[in-house]
């Protein structure tokens, strides 16, 4: 997303960073170059990078380069039996590569750092309705501001056939009740954000979402949920 103030606006779900360490010398080489030819075009990178800051940082500086980005507890990992205390990860965040903005990201939802049950209790105990937080980050260059949303609102029921960890603390019986919470978050977000974008978004969400922007209508060509692989939404 090209801006007039910011410059590229780079938003989505970001699966390289984890990938990277079992993939062939080879096809590390080639996402390397990916990434890097995307930090040097984009001022703003952010969505769910589905790996900790100190692990991007550590690829940043191999990469030659720096951004700013906040670390702040985001994800609940499926750990039913932990042996030792959990630290929950900062997997949904932005980062800053252009020195001129300055910006401020919070979590709609204040995670504990630490825990030793299972995370994913969480997400009935809180209400939280997804296994990752909403994130917000309000930028200001000079005299302009933008704010940006992120949220994976999670989609147990696709994922669960090809990963069971990923339904767990999701009550599946139940997934109308939840996808209504998750109307009620995202349009919460939308009164807050310049631009939102939604990850992972289940078929039964899509017409809903289209009476918020038709082009998303456009965007989900079909609604049936063996098609909604990693859907992403992204309402301006």
């Not at 590229?8 to 970001?14: C, K, N």
């Not at 289209?210 to 992403?232: G, N, P, V």
Request: negative net charge; proline residues 8%.
């Amino acid at each position: 997303m090209d801006t007039p103030d910011f410059g590229q606006i780079s938003l989505g779900y970001f699966n390289a960073f984890k990938a990277i360490p079992n993939l062939p010398l080879s096809q590390q080489s080639e996402v390397k170059n990916w990434l890097s030819d995307l930090f040097r075009t984009s001022a703003v990178v952010g969505g769910d990078l589905n790996s900790t800051p100190h692990r991007i940082n550590r690829l940043l500086s191999e990469l030659g380069l720096t951004a700013r980005l906040s670390d702040f507890p985001t994800y609940l990992p499926s750990i039913p039996d932990p042996q030792s205390e959990i630290t929950l990860p900062s997997f949904d965040d932005f980062l800053i590569l252009d020195k001129n903005i300055q910006f401020l990201a919070r979590p709609l939802v204040k995670l504990p750092l630490h825990i030793s049950h299972n995370p994913r209790d969480l997400v009935n105990q809180l209400n939280l309705s997804s296994d990752h937080v909403p994130v917000t980050c309000r930028l200001t260059k000079g005299e302009s501001s933008l704010n940006l949303g992120i949220f994976n609102v999670a989609d147990p029921v696709f994922w669960k056939p090809f990963y069971p960890a990923t339904a767990d603390g999701f009550d599946l019986t139940t997934e109308p009740r939840r996808l209504e919470r998750l109307k009620s978050i995202i349009s919460d977000l939308l009164t807050q954000c310049d631009v939102l974008c939604l990850l992972e978004v289940p078929a039964p969400l899509v017409p809903w979402l289209a009476t918020k922007d038709a082009r998303l209508e456009k965007m989900f060509s079909t609604t049936t949920q063996s098609d909604s692989i990693s859907r992403l939404a992204l309402i301006c």
